[in-house]
Protein backbone atom coordinates (compact mmCIF):
# COMPACT_ATOMS: atom_id res chain seq x y z
CA UNK A 1 0.00 0.00 0.00
CA UNK A 2 1.79 3.03 -0.97
CA UNK A 3 2.01 6.15 1.33
CA UNK A 4 0.03 7.88 -0.38
CA UNK A 5 -3.27 5.54 -0.74
CA UNK A 6 -2.45 5.67 3.09
CA UNK A 7 -2.89 9.22 3.17
CA UNK A 8 -6.61 9.09 1.51
CA UNK A 9 -7.22 6.03 4.08
CA UNK A 10 -6.43 8.05 7.14
CA UNK A 11 -8.52 11.04 5.72
CA UNK A 12 -11.02 9.06 5.66
CA UNK A 13 -10.86 6.51 8.75
CA UNK A 14 -9.61 8.96 11.45
CA UNK A 15 -12.52 10.99 11.99
CA UNK A 16 -14.69 7.82 11.88
CA UNK A 17 -12.38 5.76 14.57
CA UNK A 18 -12.11 9.01 16.79
CA UNK A 19 -14.91 7.74 19.71
CA UNK A 20 -15.40 4.22 18.20
CA UNK A 21 -14.99 1.90 20.92
CA UNK A 22 -12.21 -1.29 19.96
CA UNK A 23 -14.39 -4.21 20.63
CA UNK A 24 -12.24 -7.17 19.53
CA UNK A 25 -8.99 -7.97 18.04
CA UNK A 26 -8.28 -11.21 16.11
CA UNK A 27 -6.22 -12.53 14.04
CA UNK A 28 -7.78 -14.53 10.72
CA UNK A 29 -4.42 -15.27 8.96
CA UNK A 30 -0.48 -14.96 9.43
CA UNK A 31 0.60 -11.13 9.19
CA UNK A 32 -3.12 -10.32 8.92
CA UNK A 33 -5.44 -8.38 12.10
CA UNK A 34 -8.80 -7.35 12.47
CA UNK A 35 -10.44 -4.58 14.63
CA UNK A 36 -13.48 -4.71 15.35
CA UNK A 37 -14.92 -1.70 15.87
CA UNK A 38 -18.39 0.20 17.05
CA UNK A 39 -18.84 3.46 15.73
CA UNK A 40 -20.51 6.57 17.72
CA UNK A 41 -22.74 7.40 14.47
CA UNK A 42 -23.38 4.57 11.97
CA UNK A 43 -21.61 5.20 8.74
CA UNK A 44 -23.58 4.92 4.95
CA UNK A 45 -21.32 2.33 3.65
CA UNK A 46 -19.60 0.84 6.98
CA UNK A 47 -22.34 0.42 8.69
CA UNK A 48 -22.32 0.67 13.01
CA UNK A 49 -19.88 -1.80 13.78
CA UNK A 50 -17.02 -1.53 10.57
CA UNK A 51 -14.32 -4.07 10.73
CA UNK A 52 -10.43 -2.23 9.98
CA UNK A 53 -8.45 -4.99 8.31
CA UNK A 54 -4.99 -4.15 8.90
CA UNK A 55 -2.22 -6.59 7.01
CA UNK A 56 1.47 -5.61 7.60
CA UNK A 57 4.77 -6.86 6.14
CA UNK A 58 7.11 -5.50 3.27
CA UNK A 59 5.37 -7.70 0.94
CA UNK A 60 1.58 -6.03 -0.37
CA UNK A 61 0.75 -4.40 3.36
CA UNK A 62 -2.81 -3.47 2.82
CA UNK A 63 -5.46 -1.57 5.59
CA UNK A 64 -8.90 -0.84 4.91
CA UNK A 65 -12.45 -0.77 6.45
CA UNK A 66 -14.58 -3.40 5.59
CA UNK A 67 -18.74 -3.44 6.48
CA UNK A 68 -18.79 -7.19 6.94
CA UNK A 69 -16.79 -8.90 9.53
CA UNK A 70 -14.69 -11.99 8.90
CA UNK A 71 -14.20 -14.67 12.01
CA UNK A 72 -11.16 -16.30 13.26
CA UNK A 73 -11.65 -19.48 15.20
CA UNK A 74 -8.31 -20.11 15.71
CA UNK A 75 -6.88 -20.39 19.11
CA UNK A 76 -5.27 -16.59 19.69
CA UNK A 77 -1.96 -16.06 20.07
CA UNK A 78 0.05 -14.32 23.08
CA UNK A 79 0.68 -11.74 20.70
CA UNK A 80 -3.06 -10.94 20.01
CA UNK A 81 -4.22 -11.65 23.61
CA UNK A 82 -1.80 -8.73 24.69
CA UNK A 83 -3.35 -6.51 22.12
CA UNK A 84 -6.79 -7.57 23.47
CA UNK A 85 -5.58 -6.73 26.99
CA UNK A 86 -4.70 -3.62 26.96
CA UNK A 87 -6.54 -2.05 23.86
CA UNK A 88 -10.02 -3.86 23.36
CA UNK A 89 -12.96 -2.66 25.35
CA UNK A 90 -11.45 0.61 25.27
CA UNK A 91 -12.58 3.90 23.01
CA UNK A 92 -10.26 5.58 20.63
CA UNK A 93 -9.66 8.89 21.94
CA UNK A 94 -7.57 10.15 18.92
CA UNK A 95 -6.07 9.02 15.72
CA UNK A 96 -2.54 10.64 14.61
CA UNK A 97 -1.35 9.77 11.31
CA UNK A 98 2.05 9.70 10.54
CA UNK A 99 1.48 8.73 6.26
CA UNK A 100 4.60 9.15 5.08
CA UNK A 101 5.83 6.69 7.70
CA UNK A 102 2.34 4.48 6.81
CA UNK A 103 1.69 4.45 10.65
CA UNK A 104 -1.37 5.08 12.27
CA UNK A 105 -1.48 5.71 15.85
CA UNK A 106 -4.62 5.43 18.08
CA UNK A 107 -4.96 7.00 21.40
CA UNK A 108 -6.88 4.51 23.70
CA UNK A 109 -8.56 5.63 26.57
CA UNK A 110 -7.92 5.02 29.93
CA UNK A 111 -4.32 4.88 31.49
CA UNK A 112 -1.93 2.31 32.07
CA UNK A 113 -0.87 1.83 36.22
CA UNK A 114 2.52 3.13 36.70
CA UNK A 115 3.33 -0.12 39.14
CA UNK A 116 2.78 -2.03 35.14
CA UNK A 117 4.30 0.87 32.79
CA UNK A 118 6.41 -0.14 30.16
CA UNK A 119 8.63 1.49 27.30
CA UNK A 120 7.78 2.28 23.99
CA UNK A 121 9.35 -0.99 23.10
CA UNK A 122 6.83 -3.06 25.68
CA UNK A 123 9.79 -4.40 28.14
CA UNK A 124 8.89 -3.55 31.81
CA UNK A 125 10.38 -1.02 33.94
CA UNK A 126 8.95 -1.69 37.30
CA UNK A 127 7.34 1.79 37.69
CA UNK A 128 6.78 2.96 41.50
CA UNK A 129 2.91 2.31 41.33
CA UNK A 130 1.61 5.65 41.73
CA UNK A 131 -1.29 6.60 39.80
CA UNK A 132 0.45 10.20 38.85
CA UNK A 133 3.19 7.53 37.13
CA UNK A 134 0.83 6.40 34.92
CA UNK A 135 1.23 6.02 31.04
CA UNK A 136 -1.04 6.83 28.32
CA UNK A 137 -1.74 3.51 26.03
CA UNK A 138 -1.25 4.09 22.22
CA UNK A 139 -1.64 1.68 19.60
CA UNK A 140 0.51 1.45 17.27
CA UNK A 141 -0.57 0.31 13.22
CA UNK A 142 2.37 0.09 11.20
CA UNK A 143 2.15 -1.25 7.67
CA UNK A 144 5.67 -2.43 7.85
CA UNK A 145 6.02 -3.65 11.52
CA UNK A 146 2.20 -4.82 12.12
CA UNK A 147 0.53 -3.67 15.56
CA UNK A 148 2.02 -3.15 18.74
CA UNK A 149 1.41 -1.52 21.92
CA UNK A 150 2.98 1.85 23.30
CA UNK A 151 2.89 3.15 26.75
CA UNK A 152 4.06 6.70 26.44
CA UNK A 153 3.89 9.88 28.93
CA UNK A 154 1.95 12.97 28.08
CA UNK A 155 4.76 14.90 27.02
CA UNK A 156 5.63 11.69 24.50
CA UNK A 157 2.42 12.02 22.04
CA UNK A 158 3.48 11.30 18.07
CA UNK A 159 3.79 14.01 16.19
CA UNK A 160 4.31 13.44 13.17
CA UNK A 161 6.03 16.01 10.80
CA UNK A 162 4.61 16.84 7.31
CA UNK A 163 7.01 15.61 4.74
CA UNK A 164 8.62 18.10 2.56
CA UNK A 165 7.31 18.27 -1.31
CA UNK A 166 9.80 19.06 -4.35
CA UNK A 167 9.92 22.25 -6.06
CA UNK A 168 8.43 21.51 -10.14
CA UNK A 169 11.83 22.81 -11.31
CA UNK A 170 13.67 20.52 -9.40
CA UNK A 171 11.69 17.39 -9.68
CA UNK A 172 14.28 15.14 -11.73
CA UNK A 173 16.91 16.31 -9.99
CA UNK A 174 14.67 15.01 -6.67
CA UNK A 175 13.56 11.79 -8.35
CA UNK A 176 17.42 11.13 -8.46
CA UNK A 177 18.20 11.70 -5.09
CA UNK A 178 14.85 10.27 -4.14
CA UNK A 179 16.08 9.24 -0.39
CA UNK A 180 16.09 12.88 0.76
CA UNK A 181 12.33 12.84 -0.61
CA UNK A 182 9.56 10.77 1.79
CA UNK A 183 6.86 11.63 -0.52
CA UNK A 184 8.16 10.06 -3.62
CA UNK A 185 7.66 6.69 -3.04
CA UNK A 186 8.18 3.78 -5.44
CA UNK A 187 4.98 3.61 -7.04
CA UNK A 188 4.99 6.92 -7.62
CA UNK A 189 8.47 7.31 -9.22
CA UNK A 190 7.68 4.32 -11.55
CA UNK A 191 5.11 6.85 -12.68
CA UNK A 192 6.93 9.56 -12.77
CA UNK A 193 9.40 8.65 -14.99
CA UNK A 194 6.84 7.55 -18.01
CA UNK A 195 5.24 11.21 -17.98
CA UNK A 196 6.64 14.48 -19.74
CA UNK A 197 7.51 17.26 -16.87
CA UNK A 198 4.40 19.25 -17.28
CA UNK A 199 2.35 15.92 -16.26
CA UNK A 200 4.71 15.36 -13.57
CA UNK A 201 4.48 18.82 -11.85
CA UNK A 202 1.08 18.34 -12.33
CA UNK A 203 0.33 15.20 -10.69
CA UNK A 204 2.72 16.36 -7.88
CA UNK A 205 0.25 19.17 -7.11
CA UNK A 206 -2.42 17.37 -6.99
CA UNK A 207 -0.89 14.41 -4.70
CA UNK A 208 0.02 17.54 -2.37
CA UNK A 209 -3.44 19.05 -2.31
CA UNK A 210 -4.43 15.60 -1.10
CA UNK A 211 -8.31 14.21 -2.15
CA UNK A 212 -8.81 12.82 -5.09
CA UNK A 213 -10.51 9.77 -6.76
CA UNK A 214 -8.92 6.26 -6.12
CA UNK A 215 -8.06 3.87 -9.02
CA UNK A 216 -9.29 0.63 -9.19
CA UNK A 217 -7.42 -2.29 -12.01
CA UNK A 218 -9.94 -5.16 -12.23
CA UNK A 219 -9.13 -8.21 -14.81
CA UNK A 220 -10.22 -7.86 -18.11
CA UNK A 221 -11.75 -11.59 -18.04
CA UNK A 222 -14.07 -12.53 -15.05
CA UNK A 223 -13.11 -15.68 -12.51
CA UNK A 224 -13.42 -19.21 -13.79
CA UNK A 225 -17.69 -19.93 -13.19
CA UNK A 226 -18.39 -16.01 -12.46
CA UNK A 227 -19.33 -12.79 -13.74
CA UNK A 228 -16.99 -11.26 -11.34
CA UNK A 229 -13.75 -9.45 -12.14
CA UNK A 230 -11.39 -9.16 -8.77
CA UNK A 231 -9.13 -6.18 -8.38
CA UNK A 232 -5.57 -7.18 -8.74
CA UNK A 233 -4.13 -3.38 -8.30
CA UNK A 234 -5.28 0.19 -6.58
CA UNK A 235 -3.74 3.10 -7.25
CA UNK A 236 -4.21 7.28 -6.08
CA UNK A 237 -3.53 8.21 -10.01
CA UNK A 238 -4.43 6.82 -12.85
CA UNK A 239 -1.98 3.98 -14.30
CA UNK A 240 -0.19 4.45 -17.78
CA UNK A 241 -0.98 1.27 -20.15
CA UNK A 242 2.06 -0.23 -19.63
CA UNK A 243 1.56 -0.53 -15.91
CA UNK A 244 -1.82 -1.00 -16.09
CA UNK A 245 -0.92 -4.50 -18.12
CA UNK A 246 -4.10 -4.50 -20.07
CA UNK A 247 -6.48 -4.23 -16.64
CA UNK A 248 -9.71 -2.55 -16.64
CA UNK A 249 -9.53 0.76 -14.40
CA UNK A 250 -12.46 2.29 -12.49
CA UNK A 251 -12.21 5.78 -10.98
CA UNK A 252 -13.85 5.58 -7.32
CA UNK A 253 -14.82 8.85 -5.01
CA UNK A 254 -15.17 7.37 -1.90
CA UNK A 255 -11.51 6.07 -0.72
CA UNK A 256 -13.04 3.72 2.53
CA UNK A 257 -15.44 2.40 -0.66
CA UNK A 258 -12.76 1.93 -3.16
CA UNK A 259 -10.23 0.26 -0.23
CA UNK A 260 -12.95 -1.73 0.83
CA UNK A 261 -13.36 -3.54 -2.88
CA UNK A 262 -9.75 -3.72 -3.28
CA UNK A 263 -9.43 -5.40 0.05
CA UNK A 264 -11.24 -8.09 -0.27
CA UNK A 265 -9.47 -9.00 -3.29
CA UNK A 266 -5.92 -8.58 -2.41
CA UNK A 267 -6.23 -9.50 1.49
CA UNK A 268 -9.01 -11.45 2.41
CA UNK A 269 -9.57 -13.36 -0.94
CA UNK A 270 -5.93 -14.31 -0.53
CA UNK A 271 -5.38 -15.00 2.87
CA UNK A 272 -8.64 -17.56 2.40
CA UNK A 273 -6.51 -18.72 -1.25
CA UNK A 274 -3.25 -19.50 1.41
CA UNK A 275 -4.91 -21.20 4.04
CA UNK A 276 -6.61 -23.48 1.53
CA UNK A 277 -3.48 -24.32 0.29
CA UNK A 278 -1.86 -24.77 3.39
CA UNK A 279 -4.61 -27.05 4.51
CA UNK A 280 -4.25 -29.19 1.50
CA UNK A 281 -0.35 -29.49 1.64
CA UNK A 282 -1.08 -33.66 3.05
CA UNK A 283 -3.32 -33.85 0.30
CA UNK A 284 -0.74 -32.71 -2.42
CA UNK A 285 1.60 -34.78 -1.10
CA UNK A 286 -0.28 -37.94 -0.76
CA UNK A 287 -1.06 -37.11 -4.73
CA UNK A 288 2.35 -36.84 -5.59
CA UNK A 289 2.62 -40.09 -3.95
CA UNK A 290 -0.01 -41.89 -5.69
CA UNK A 291 1.27 -40.77 -9.18
CA UNK A 292 4.75 -42.11 -8.51
CA UNK A 293 2.54 -45.50 -7.46
CA UNK A 294 0.68 -45.60 -10.54
CA UNK A 295 3.65 -45.30 -12.57
CA UNK A 296 5.36 -47.88 -11.08
CA UNK A 297 2.49 -49.92 -12.22
CA UNK A 298 2.99 -48.69 -15.75
CA UNK A 299 6.77 -50.20 -15.64
CA UNK A 300 5.35 -53.29 -13.83
CA UNK A 301 3.02 -54.10 -16.90
CA UNK A 302 5.71 -53.34 -19.52
CA UNK A 303 7.89 -55.86 -17.57
CA UNK A 304 5.21 -58.22 -17.44
CA UNK A 305 4.65 -58.12 -21.33
CA UNK A 306 7.90 -58.81 -21.86
CA UNK A 307 7.56 -62.02 -19.33
CA UNK A 308 4.31 -62.63 -21.63
CA UNK A 309 6.18 -62.31 -25.02
CA UNK A 310 8.68 -65.52 -24.21
CA UNK A 311 5.60 -67.67 -23.99
CA UNK A 312 5.80 -67.21 -27.94
CA UNK A 313 9.56 -67.52 -28.15
CA UNK A 314 9.02 -70.88 -26.10
CA UNK A 315 6.31 -72.01 -28.69
CA UNK A 316 8.55 -71.21 -31.56
CA UNK A 317 11.50 -73.26 -29.97
CA UNK A 318 8.49 -75.94 -29.57
CA UNK A 319 7.77 -76.34 -32.82
CA UNK A 320 11.28 -76.91 -34.52
CA UNK A 321 13.06 -78.79 -31.46
CA UNK A 322 13.66 -81.26 -33.53
CA UNK A 323 16.70 -80.34 -35.02
CA UNK A 324 18.68 -80.24 -32.19
CA UNK A 325 19.59 -82.81 -30.27
CA UNK A 326 18.15 -83.58 -26.55
CA UNK A 327 21.21 -82.22 -24.61
CA UNK A 328 21.79 -79.40 -27.43
CA UNK A 329 22.84 -76.00 -25.31
CA UNK A 330 23.47 -72.80 -27.04
CA UNK A 331 23.51 -68.67 -26.34
CA UNK A 332 21.13 -68.58 -28.84
CA UNK A 333 19.16 -70.29 -32.27
CA UNK A 334 17.68 -68.79 -34.73
CA UNK A 335 14.24 -70.42 -36.09
CA UNK A 336 11.97 -69.88 -38.70
CA UNK A 337 8.92 -68.30 -38.32
CA UNK A 338 5.98 -66.83 -39.78
CA UNK A 339 7.56 -63.35 -40.73
CA UNK A 340 11.47 -64.80 -41.77
CA UNK A 341 14.03 -66.20 -39.30
CA UNK A 342 13.77 -65.47 -35.91
CA UNK A 343 16.90 -65.37 -33.32
CA UNK A 344 16.12 -66.69 -29.71
CA UNK A 345 18.15 -66.06 -27.25
CA UNK A 346 18.90 -68.59 -24.39
CA UNK A 347 20.53 -69.69 -21.49
CA UNK A 348 23.39 -71.31 -21.81
CA UNK A 349 23.25 -73.22 -18.43
CA UNK A 350 20.19 -75.01 -19.51
CA UNK A 351 19.00 -77.10 -22.62
CA UNK A 352 16.75 -76.10 -25.26
CA UNK A 353 14.25 -78.23 -23.76
CA UNK A 354 14.76 -76.06 -20.10
CA UNK A 355 14.60 -72.89 -21.87
CA UNK A 356 11.67 -73.55 -23.87
CA UNK A 357 10.10 -74.43 -20.28
CA UNK A 358 11.67 -71.43 -18.52
CA UNK A 359 10.07 -69.19 -21.15
CA UNK A 360 6.43 -71.20 -20.67
CA UNK A 361 6.95 -70.52 -17.08
CA UNK A 362 7.46 -66.96 -17.53
CA UNK A 363 4.32 -66.84 -19.49
CA UNK A 364 2.23 -68.04 -16.60
CA UNK A 365 3.97 -65.68 -14.06
CA UNK A 366 3.46 -62.79 -16.46
CA UNK A 367 -0.41 -63.69 -16.80
CA UNK A 368 -0.68 -63.96 -13.10
CA UNK A 369 0.70 -60.60 -12.60
CA UNK A 370 -0.95 -59.07 -15.26
CA UNK A 371 -4.41 -60.07 -12.64
CA UNK A 372 -2.32 -58.35 -9.41
CA UNK A 373 -1.38 -55.14 -11.18
CA UNK A 374 -4.96 -54.40 -12.94
CA UNK A 375 -6.28 -54.83 -9.78
CA UNK A 376 -3.39 -52.58 -7.83
CA UNK A 377 -3.92 -49.92 -10.73
CA UNK A 378 -8.22 -50.02 -9.46
CA UNK A 379 -7.62 -49.49 -6.16
CA UNK A 380 -4.90 -46.49 -6.78
CA UNK A 381 -6.77 -45.10 -9.37
CA UNK A 382 -9.82 -44.79 -6.60
CA UNK A 383 -8.11 -43.18 -4.06
CA UNK A 384 -6.90 -41.06 -6.29
CA UNK A 385 -10.29 -39.85 -7.70
CA UNK A 386 -11.18 -39.73 -4.21
CA UNK A 387 -8.42 -37.56 -2.99
CA UNK A 388 -8.40 -35.20 -6.35
CA UNK A 389 -12.42 -34.43 -5.13
CA UNK A 390 -11.78 -34.18 -1.45
CA UNK A 391 -8.42 -31.38 -2.86
CA UNK A 392 -10.59 -29.31 -4.70
CA UNK A 393 -12.66 -28.96 -1.79
CA UNK A 394 -10.24 -27.96 0.14
CA UNK A 395 -8.69 -25.02 -2.16
CA UNK A 396 -11.78 -24.26 -2.23
CA UNK A 397 -12.33 -24.00 1.72
CA UNK A 398 -15.40 -26.79 1.45
CA UNK A 399 -16.16 -27.74 5.24
CA UNK A 400 -16.55 -31.60 4.33
CA UNK A 401 -12.61 -31.17 2.97
CA UNK A 402 -11.29 -29.31 5.78
CA UNK A 403 -12.69 -32.32 8.12
CA UNK A 404 -10.66 -34.74 6.28
CA UNK A 405 -7.92 -32.78 6.04
CA UNK A 406 -7.73 -31.98 9.79
CA UNK A 407 -7.72 -35.95 10.25
CA UNK A 408 -5.15 -36.29 7.90
CA UNK A 409 -2.89 -33.76 10.64
CA UNK A 410 -2.72 -34.81 14.46
CA UNK A 411 -11.13 -19.35 -0.69
CA UNK A 412 -12.94 -23.03 -8.11
CA UNK A 413 -15.47 -25.55 -7.60
CA UNK A 414 -15.00 -29.27 -9.44
CA UNK A 415 -15.21 -29.63 -12.98
CA UNK A 416 -17.87 -31.62 -12.91
CA UNK A 417 -19.95 -30.94 -9.55
CA UNK A 418 -21.89 -33.58 -8.21
CA UNK A 419 -24.97 -34.54 -10.03
CA UNK A 420 -27.13 -33.80 -6.71
CA UNK A 421 -26.07 -30.55 -6.90
CA UNK A 422 -27.12 -28.11 -9.47
CA UNK A 423 -25.26 -24.56 -10.29
CA UNK A 424 -26.09 -21.23 -10.88
CA UNK A 425 -24.31 -17.71 -11.56
CA UNK A 426 -26.20 -14.65 -9.46
CA UNK A 427 -26.28 -11.38 -11.98
CA UNK A 428 -23.64 -10.01 -9.54
CA UNK A 429 -21.27 -12.71 -10.37
CA UNK A 430 -21.50 -15.01 -7.14
CA UNK A 431 -21.70 -19.02 -7.63
CA UNK A 432 -24.88 -20.64 -6.34
CA UNK A 433 -24.91 -24.37 -5.13
CA UNK A 434 -28.68 -25.96 -4.74
CA UNK A 435 -29.50 -29.45 -3.87
CA UNK A 436 -31.63 -31.76 -6.30
CA UNK A 437 -32.27 -33.79 -3.15
CA UNK A 438 -32.23 -34.34 0.63
CA UNK A 439 -28.63 -35.94 -0.17
CA UNK A 440 -27.81 -33.34 -2.53
CA UNK A 441 -28.70 -30.69 0.32
CA UNK A 442 -25.75 -32.65 1.89
CA UNK A 443 -23.10 -32.68 -0.94
CA UNK A 444 -24.08 -28.84 -1.28
CA UNK A 445 -22.96 -27.78 2.91
CA UNK A 446 -19.97 -30.51 1.92
CA UNK A 447 -18.87 -28.31 -0.83
CA UNK A 448 -19.13 -24.95 1.27
CA UNK A 449 -16.93 -22.82 3.16
CA UNK A 450 -17.51 -21.74 6.44
CA UNK A 451 -17.95 -18.32 5.62
CA UNK A 452 -20.71 -19.41 2.74
CA UNK A 453 -24.19 -18.20 3.30
CA UNK A 454 -26.49 -20.72 3.36
CA UNK A 455 -30.49 -20.46 2.51
CA UNK A 456 -33.50 -22.04 3.15
CA UNK A 457 -37.09 -21.62 2.66
CA UNK A 458 -38.54 -21.02 6.35
CA UNK A 459 -41.79 -23.26 7.91
CA UNK A 460 -40.91 -26.43 5.85
CA UNK A 461 -39.05 -28.54 3.79
CA UNK A 462 -37.12 -27.29 0.79
CA UNK A 463 -33.57 -27.15 -1.15
CA UNK A 464 -30.39 -25.83 0.62
CA UNK A 465 -28.54 -23.15 -1.51
CA UNK A 466 -25.36 -21.66 -1.05
CA UNK A 467 -23.97 -18.13 -1.69
CA UNK A 468 -20.05 -18.79 -1.94
CA UNK A 469 -17.71 -16.43 -0.87
CA UNK A 470 -14.36 -15.73 -1.72
CA UNK A 471 -13.62 -14.74 1.81
CA UNK A 472 -15.41 -13.78 5.42
CA UNK A 473 -16.14 -10.09 4.78
CA UNK A 474 -17.05 -10.07 1.17
CA UNK A 475 -20.46 -8.60 1.36
CA UNK A 476 -23.22 -10.08 -0.75
CA UNK A 477 -25.53 -7.72 -2.86
CA UNK A 478 -29.46 -7.68 -2.13
CA UNK A 479 -30.27 -9.42 -5.72
CA UNK A 480 -28.14 -11.79 -5.20
CA UNK A 481 -29.91 -12.27 -1.76
CA UNK A 482 -33.42 -12.46 -3.41
CA UNK A 483 -32.00 -14.60 -6.35
CA UNK A 484 -30.42 -17.36 -4.30
CA UNK A 485 -33.74 -16.83 -1.91
CA UNK A 486 -35.52 -17.44 -4.89
CA UNK A 487 -33.75 -20.57 -6.15
CA UNK A 488 -34.29 -21.94 -2.67
CA UNK A 489 -38.02 -21.03 -2.88
CA UNK A 490 -38.46 -22.65 -6.37
CA UNK A 491 -37.49 -26.13 -4.81
CA UNK A 492 -39.41 -26.43 -1.81
CA UNK A 493 -43.31 -25.88 -0.03
CA UNK A 494 -43.48 -22.61 -1.14
CA UNK A 495 -42.80 -22.87 -4.48
CA UNK A 496 -46.56 -21.65 -5.73
CA UNK A 497 -46.50 -18.65 -3.49
CA UNK A 498 -45.68 -15.29 -5.08
CA UNK A 499 -43.54 -14.59 -2.42
CA UNK A 500 -41.50 -16.43 -0.18
CA UNK A 501 -39.69 -16.23 3.19
CA UNK A 502 -36.21 -17.44 3.82
CA UNK A 503 -33.90 -17.90 6.34
CA UNK A 504 -29.93 -17.20 5.68
CA UNK A 505 -26.93 -17.73 7.77
CA UNK A 506 -23.45 -18.78 7.79
CA UNK A 507 -22.54 -22.11 6.83
CA UNK A 508 -20.40 -22.61 10.61
CA UNK A 509 -23.65 -21.99 12.07
CA UNK A 510 -25.68 -24.69 10.56
CA UNK A 511 -25.54 -28.15 11.91
CA UNK A 512 -26.85 -31.36 10.41
CA UNK A 513 -29.33 -33.02 13.26
CA UNK A 514 -28.77 -36.10 14.73
CA UNK A 515 -30.98 -38.95 14.71
CA UNK A 516 -33.33 -35.85 12.35
CA UNK A 517 -34.44 -36.66 8.50
CA UNK A 518 -31.43 -36.41 6.10
CA UNK A 519 -30.72 -32.78 5.09
CA UNK A 520 -32.61 -31.77 8.43
CA UNK A 521 -30.45 -28.53 9.97
CA UNK A 522 -29.80 -27.12 13.11
CA UNK A 523 -29.04 -22.97 12.80
CA UNK A 524 -27.42 -22.03 15.66
CA UNK A 525 -26.95 -18.33 14.51
CA UNK A 526 -29.49 -16.59 12.00
CA UNK A 527 -28.28 -12.88 9.74
CA UNK A 528 -31.36 -12.35 9.00
CA UNK A 529 -34.74 -13.74 7.20
CA UNK A 530 -36.04 -11.87 4.07
CA UNK A 531 -39.22 -12.04 1.74
CA UNK A 532 -38.14 -12.56 -1.90
CA UNK A 533 -40.52 -12.76 -4.98
CA UNK A 534 -40.70 -15.95 -6.38
CA UNK A 535 -39.88 -15.96 -10.48
CA UNK A 536 -40.56 -19.41 -12.05
CA UNK A 537 -37.82 -18.21 -14.92
CA UNK A 538 -35.14 -17.21 -12.62
CA UNK A 539 -33.58 -20.79 -13.04
CA UNK A 540 -33.10 -20.61 -16.62
CA UNK A 541 -31.82 -17.23 -17.20
CA UNK A 542 -29.13 -18.18 -14.33
CA UNK A 543 -27.95 -21.25 -15.08
CA UNK A 544 -24.20 -20.94 -16.42
CA UNK A 545 -23.47 -20.31 -20.24
CA UNK A 546 -27.60 -19.08 -20.93
CA UNK A 547 -26.77 -15.46 -21.22
CA UNK A 548 -29.59 -14.68 -19.24
CA UNK A 549 -28.69 -12.15 -16.63
CA UNK A 550 -27.06 -9.00 -18.27
CA UNK A 551 -25.80 -7.10 -15.35
CA UNK A 552 -22.22 -6.14 -15.31
CA UNK A 553 -20.77 -7.77 -11.93
CA UNK A 554 -20.12 -5.78 -9.37
Known sequence: MDAHLFRLFCSAACPLLTGARLAKVQEPAE????????????????????????????????????????????????????????????????AVPDWAGRVLWLLMSGAMPGREQTGGDGAGTGGSGEARDSKLVWLCLSLREGARLCFLDENETPKPVEPAWPEAGSLASACVDWRAWPVLTPALRRTLKDMDQLDASALLADLEAGGGDVFLYAKAEPEEGSRRRPVVKV????????????????????????????????????????AAQQTALPLVRREKRLLQLLARQDEETERLQK?????????????????????????SVSVEGEAGPVAIALDPRFTLRENMERFFHQAKRAMRGFAHVEARRRELAGELKALRDRLRETLMGGTGARKEAKKAQPQALPAEPPRRVQVFASSDGFTLLRGRDAKGNLEVRRLASPHDIWVHAEGGPGAHVIIRRSHGGEAVPERTLDE???????????????????????????????????????????????????????????????????????
Open 31 to 94: GVLTFNFELFRPHPVLGRKPQLVFKSGRKDPFAFLSAARTSANAEPSAYVMRLRKYAAGRTVRC
Open 235 to 274: SCWPLSPEQAGGLVEEAVADPLEALMRAGGDLVLAEASRR
Open 307 to 331: MLALGEQGRLLQSWLWQWPQDYRAG
Open 484 to 554: AGCLAALKSWLKDEPNALLTYCEVRHVKPMRGAALGTMRMDKVLFTRSVPVDPALEERLRPGSGGASAEPA
